[in-house]
């Protein structure tokens, strides 16, 4: 009958509800009798349906009325493929009156095998009321069923509805099996004549097909587990043999990695997307019933504390899984790790139960069932599988753990393919290729870094406090020997000579008079000895004032630097750097370099390998070495080292380093011709000094012959 015009239907369907309705799936008053009936479980309730029901139509409409009761439904819609249109149960018509039937339609075609929460929409723009949706039965015997919250039903909290959409999800599995009984497409076999229907939930699902794992074809499955000791192989052996032995929907295996637990293969699947949302509640979900470290059964019956609860209202979300078993794998006892007789079999395990928690957790395998359970308990198939699970977990695992296994592995594949005389080459040329390293003496080279630059260069330095006004020349600027650099300016110094030239000026005056004066023949005698007395002084005082002023004058030349040698000039932005800028004697201005002359090497040696060059330098006063620059790295040039700093100094790069000093070589055999010219001033070099010769064996492998002598012998002898 159809959603909207069979009242007649609805009735029907709703007499025939109450007229069955005496063990729903929770407690409800039931309509005129005041009193509270005690239900069962939801399996045991829908066996009671159908035994009481004569074909699939009576179920179904038997069916709305105790969801309807269970749920507290202001409407539930039931689709069959048999009908022209869905059939309705309506106990409110409040409800009835405003919802959408397109709506309904709809919600009904999209339902899935995992029950899902929906809005229905109504006729009133804006307007909603909550429902859930599930599909109970595929094409081409389609059933689903949608059930509609009343309008004004209080709002229920995200737990609640979680447990309502799981009590959805069993009643869908446990009405699937009779329906297709119904329809003659029964996975259960047919009750005998005079037989009840009414079947506990265990007793229905016991009679779910299994396969005997007795069979040759069964016991080869479980064999293959330890085909090979490669754990990653291992692992999907495990899920996929076991989902097609126990018939599950899906299986995934996680094993511990720290404190987590972290998921190791899913059958079907060859890549296991770890970012996943489903991948990553599933080990959030093993990790919290790890600590219950027994099997179980999800969702239980008894009430699981929230540290379990949430993670599995979560991981059933994600994945849409109605049903779950969670067994934990843990390692058997060999009776090779026993004491006691030895036993021909050393890889039988002694009888234990591998999934009771005695051993060390290997792994977690997760049973997944999306549309109902298909067994109640952990029966003989699943310790049979998971025993030999263990077994083959167990030995993967101590095989991975063996040190060094890549290299032992590499190596005995190498082995296996020569023979006894490559072998016997083998060795020889091992020998020989020692004994030539023993004797053999090669030159040994020391590695240096640091620069090139001319061997003749100055210094200018402010020869006096001043400011500088004017620079007279430019970075790479050619000069010769006393031609002025900079113009230095200094105020108090100015001020200072022109104050003795007044007073020298003055003096000079006065002795003048005085000298005038004592020619006067008319002058007395004492008159001329008191001018005689004065006349002396201001000499004295002349005489010191021009010394006084010869100095200022010396110090006034210094204001003008100018260039010690003949060169050019090296100084890099100096202008920039300098002008309008005060400076203080001493002050270091620029350098001059005579880049048309000999050039030298600036080196610093690291400390470690500093022993070589030292010995040879006694040897030795000089050293030969080749060295190339960062400006033509191509290029090869030649020098000899000539002398070695007496101590140590800490670089920039924290390193110990000792300083060395090498002349370059303007022409060499089988080397580059040094050109100034081209040359950079303080160009990067490296820099190999030629040593004394060595063993082969030692100047090729030095570090870690110094490293065992300084880290190991040194204090082994101590």
Wanted: a negative charge.
């Amino acid at each position: 009958m159809n959603a909207e015009s069979s009242s007649s239907s609805n009735d029907s369907a709703t007499s025939h509800g109450k007229a069955d309705s005496d063990a729903p799936f929770r407690d409800v008053t039931q309509p005129g009798t005041g009193e509270q009936a005690e239900f069962g479980s939801i399996d045991s309730r829908v066996a009671a349906l159908a035994s009481n029901s004569n074909d699939a139509e009576t179920f179904l409409r038997r069916l709305a009325t105790d969801l309807q009761q269970a749920f507290n439904g202001g409407i539930v819609a039931v689709h069959w493929h048999q009908w022209s249109a869905p059939v309705m149960l309506v106990s409110d018509p409040s409800t009835s009156a405003v919802i959408d039937r397109d709506a309904i339609r709809s919600l009904l075609q999209s339902a899935s095998s995992a029950a899902v929460g929906c809005s229905v929409p109504t006729h009133d723009p804006g307007s909603l009321t909550r429902g859930y949706h599930v599909e109970i039965d595929r094409d081409p015997h389609r059933t689903a069923v949608l059930i509609v919250a009343p309008l004004m039903s209080p709002t229920v909290g995200p737990r609640t509805q979680v447990d309502l959409l799981r009590r959805l999800s069993q009643y869908a599995s446990a009405s699937r099996t009779w329906l297709r009984h119904f329809q003659g497409n029964a996975h259960i076999d047919a009750p005998e004549t005079g037989q009840s229907l009414a079947l506990s939930g265990d007793q229905m699902l016991s009679k779910q097909s299994t396969t005997n794992l007795s069979t040759e074809a069964a016991r080869q499955a479980l064999r293959s587990l330890h085909r090979d000791l490669d754990m990653n192989a291992t692992c999907y052996r495990i899920v996929n043999e076991a989902r097609r032995l126990l018939q599950w929907d899906r299986v995934t295996l996680l094993r511990p990695r720290g404190r987590k637990m972290v998921v190791s293969a899913i059958s079907s699947v060859a890549v296991v997307d770890r970012r996943s949302n489903s991948v990553a509640s599933a080990e959030r979900l093993a990790k919290a019933a790890a600590v219950l470290n027994r099997p179980v059964i999800l969702p239980d019956a008894d009430e699981l504390p929230p540290q379990i609860q949430t993670p599995l209202d979560d991981y059933m979300d994600q994945t849409g899984v109605t049903t779950c078993a969670m067994l934990p794998i843990h390692a058997p006892t060999l009776s090779s790790d026993c004491t006691g007789d030895d036993d021909d079999d050393l890889t039988t395990p002694q009888t234990q139960n591998v999934l009771s928690g005695d051993g060390r957790l290997l792994g977690i395998l997760l049973l997944e069932s999306f549309e109902g359970r298909p067994d109640a308990t952990i029966g003989p198939s699943i310790h049979e599988v998971a025993d030999e699970a263990a077994l083959a977990l167990r030995n993967s695992d101590e095989h991975q753990s063996v040190f060094g296994l890549r290299t032992r592995k590499a190596i005995g594949r190498v082995t296996g393919s020569i023979g006894r005389a490559a072998w016997l080459a083998a060795f020889v040329i091992l020998f020989a290729l020692l004994a030539a390293a023993w004797l053999v003496r090669v030159d040994h080279t020391v590695t240096a870094s640091g620069h090139a630059e001319p061997k003749i260069r100055q210094q200018v330095f402010a020869g006096i406090d001043g400011i500088v006004k004017e620079i007279l020349v430019a970075d790479g600027d050619t000069v010769s020997a006393g031609v002025p650099l900079i113009r230095l300016e200094n105020a108090d110094l100015e001020s200072q000579v022109e104050d003795l030239a007044g007073r020298i000026q003055t003096a000079s005056q006065r002795l003048a008079s005085l000298q005038a004066m004592r020619l006067d023949p008319s002058a007395d005698t004492a008159s001329q000895a008191r001018w005689a007395l004065e006349e002396s002084q201001l000499s004295s005082e002349l005489t010191g004032l021009k010394s006084q002023l010869d100095l200022l004058q010396k110090q006034q030349s210094d204001l003008v630097v100018t260039s010690p040698i003949d060169g050019r000039v090296d100084a890099w932005q100096i202008r920039q750097r300098l002008i309008d800028r005060p400076v203080n004697r001493g002050d270091a201005l620029l350098r001059i370099v005579d880049d048309q002359g000999p050039w030298e090497l600036t080196l610093s040696i690291v400390d470690s390998d500093a022993g070589p060059v030292l010995e040879s330098m006694q040897d030795s006063t000089t050293l030969p070495l080749r060295f190339a620059i960062a400006t033509e790295p191509e290029l090869s040039f030649a020098g000899t080292l000539q002398s070695t700093a007496t101590a140590t100094r800490l670089d920039p790069q924290g390193r110990y380093v000792i300083d060395a000093y090498a002349d370059i070589t303007a022409q060499a055999s089988g080397f580059a011709p040094w050109n100034n010219d081209a040359a950079m001033i303080g160009a990067d070099v490296t820099a190999k000094i030629q040593c004394d010769r060595r063993r082969l064996l030692t100047s090729w492998f030095s570090d870690v012959i110094d490293f065992v002598h300084r880290h190991i012998l040194f204090h082994l002898s101590a």
